[in-house]
Nanobody, 124 residues
Framework: QVQLVESGGGLVQAGGSLRLSCAASGRTFSSVNMGWFRQAPGKEREFVAAISWSGGSTLQADFVKGRFTISRDNAKNTVYLQMNSLKPEETAVYYC?????????????????WGQGTQVTVSS
């Protein structure tokens, strides 16, 4: 069992930065892949980035490449999403998720545990 709690969301101006954190409880954190997803009002949830259990492999959506970075610290049971050059259309609730697939995945169906989400609002 893995419980996830996101933090770090808030209000930021376009072009600004935020770092999201996702703290996990449970002894199996270091053996699961972690992902970040987001869901804007009226839209479907979409994949943002994922990282393997070791941190050695990452996957990112095309629209965040070069701007967002996913990382993890297994000693702290925490995964991070550094977001730079934010755009107003990236306003959404951001969720972290944990999964046991063999490698980081883009599909939400590959993740077994989800956090409650943290709101990110980017003003123009």
């Amino acid at each position: 069992q893995v419980q996830l709690v996101e933090s770090g969301g808030g209000l930021v101006q376009a072009g600004g930065s935020l770092r999201l954190s996702c703290a996990a409880s449970g002894r199996t954190f270091s053996s699961v892949n972690m992902g970040w997803f987001r869901q804007a009002p009226g839209k479907e949830r979409e994949f943002v980035a994922a990282i393997s259990w070791s941190g050695g492999s990452t996957l990112q959506a095309d629209f965040v490449k070069g701007r967002f970075t996913i990382s993890r610290d297994n000693a702290k049971n925490t995964v991070y999403l550094q977001m730079n050059s934010l755009k107003p259309e990236e306003t959404a609730v951001y969720y972290c998720a944990a999964g046991r697939a063999a490698a980081p995945r883009q599909s939400g169906y590959e993740y077994d545990y989800w956090g409650q989400g943290t709101q990110v609002t980017v003003s123009s």
